[in-house]
């Protein structure tokens, strides 16, 4: 160990650089999604455009957005070539699409139910358009979406990610979700994925273009129709593994059904999750069940996916999706948010653990800003009024630190575009700066000296400033990987 001198010393150089620990791709990084469908495209054309710029100014890779069946399919059962014949109801998608492309923002499109009703079964009207819905009807709309994004002359611009139904192990979208004996949701959406993989490849887009699941991230094992399911138990049926990761017998079972014999892989670019978490309790937290997931424990969904893989049920890189995220705040949510200034702590820590876990490709932020009924989504970076929170800075340059040893710290960032560098400052003054690595992905490390117990850490890059962090003797990184 050096002298405390020696520590000082090198408090004005860069000690150690690289890229954040173990990206999904090497050189990739993480993409950055957003969703906001209620401002991106439901949203007036001058507020839609300002907050595209702004996103594309702060690094966002990609939008996200939700094509619901049952509000832009025809109203009665169409001809298979009439699927997805209602232009006015599409025009706010394709507007979203053409002005995320101009600004060099991708899009990822998720068809997803509820169905309409002539597609469903009609036996819970409580539950219109989400019991049994039909694959094949499914499959046609599907088949519409994808060439009418399919980048033909005289269409919108092509979209080259997708997703196959929002949280299907939500009773609000599949249903029943179980009964007493089994699981019931995973087969049922296995019915709807397989139709609208097959949609999709004939329309020009193929499975590296398509991420699965987007999985709700909590749930049970309740035996009753209307409750959501956890994730990981969801992903073991739909992929016909057992609760040890390991392929079910082929004999039939009424507790797996569609199981039973030859069971053909799935091929899709990797599954995706919406891992939301406790506002007490940050991103780092151990959810309550094995099966549920967080930011801190995404790499369970990524052992699950590696295991199907190996046993023949999954092909492709098995890669985990972050596709829609984030933390409530207080004000405006008094019962279940956080103050803004611990969402701008929790914003970086997510992301910090999306990029430093094996597998994860993305990270999500929804929405961008916050619903204006309470209760709903109040995790925007933005009040409904469009004010910004704390977090929105954090957003901008992110940072995360934590001792190494009593004296040396870890440094995580994620350079703005156009910068090369950010300088490092420690109580003020300008200590050490963290490069980009050459060739590398936005996101950099350094290992720097902090010579006292408690030191305020800011970065400054590209004309932007960090959050203030306080790092205190105590402040270490427990991870489960």
């Not at 059962?77 to 053409?98: H, I, K, N, Q, S």
């Not at 092509?158 to 939500?170: I, K, Q």
């Not at 590209?462 to 990987?481: C, H, N, Q, W």
Request: glycine residues 8%; aromatic residues 4%; positive net charge.
């Amino acid at each position: 160990m050096r002298s405390s001198a020696g520590v000082a010393a090198s408090a004005a150089a860069l000690l150690v650089l690289g890229t954040g620990a173990a990206s999904a791709d090497a050189g990739s990084g993480l993409l950055r999604i957003v969703q906001d469908d209620a401002l991106l495209v439901h949203g007036a054309p001058a507020p839609r455009a300002a907050a595209l710029d702004e996103l594309a100014r702060l690094g966002v890779d990609v939008i996200r957005v939700n094509l619901p069946w049952r509000e832009l399919a025809p109203r009665r059962r169409p001809r298979a070539e009439d699927a997805g014949a209602t232009p006015a109801a599409w025009a706010p998608y394709d507007a979203l699409v053409l002005d995320a492309h101009a600004r060099g923002l991708r899009v990822l499109m998720t068809p997803t139910t509820p169905a309409p009703d002539w597609a469903a079964s009609a036996l819970d009207r409580r539950r219109r358009g989400v019991v049994r819905p039909d694959p094949a009807a499914f499959a046609a709309w599907v088949a519409a979406a994808g060439a009418r994004y399919g980048g033909a002359a005289g269409a919108p611009a092509r979209v080259d990610l997708w997703g196959l139904v929002n949280e299907p192990n939500s009773p609000n979208q599949l249903a029943p979700q179980r009964d007493r004996l089994a699981l019931r949701s995973p087969a049922a959406y296995r019915r709807l994925l397989r139709a609208g993989l097959t949609a999709l490849a004939r329309t020009g887009h193929p499975a590296r273009e398509i991420v699965a699941g987007d999985l709700l991230a909590v749930g049970g094992a309740d035996p009753i129709a209307a409750a959501p399911q956890a994730p990981l138990s969801f992903l073991r049926e739909l992929l016909c593994l057992d609760r040890r990761d390991r392929p079910l017998a082929r004999s039939p079972d009424p507790a797996h059904p569609g199981c039973a014999g030859r069971v053909p892989p799935l091929a899709v670019r990797g599954v995706s999750v919406h891992p939301y978490y406790a506002p007490g309790l940050g991103p780092a937290a151990r959810p309550r069940r094995a099966d549920q997931v967080t930011p801190g424990t995404l790499g369970r969904l990524r052992k699950v996916l590696l295991a199907a893989r190996r046993a023949g049920r999954l092909v492709g890189p098995a890669q985990v999706w972050d596709t829609e995220g984030g933390v409530q705040t207080d004000p405006p949510d008094p019962l279940a948010g956080t103050s803004p200034a611990r969402q701008a702590r929790f914003v970086n820590e997510a992301e910090w653990l999306a990029d430093r876990t094996p597998g994860v490709r993305s990270f999500a932020q929804y929405p961008w800003r916050d619903e204006p009924a309470l209760p709903s989504f109040q995790s925007g970076l933005r009040f409904a009024d469009g004010r910004a929170k704390p977090a929105l800075a954090a957003y901008a340059l992110p940072l995360v630190a934590r001792r190494v040893t009593p004296r040396r710290a870890r440094l995580w960032t994620r350079l703005p575009s156009g910068a090369g560098a950010a300088a490092v400052l420690v109580d003020g003054a300008r200590r050490a700066k963290i490069v980009r690595p050459s060739g590398a992905t936005t996101y950099a490390t350094a290992t720097i000296a902090v010579p006292r117990a408690t030191v305020r850490l800011r970065l400054a890059a590209g004309g932007r400033r960090s959050r203030g962090v306080v790092l205190r003797r105590a402040d270490g990184a427990p991870v489960e990987r």
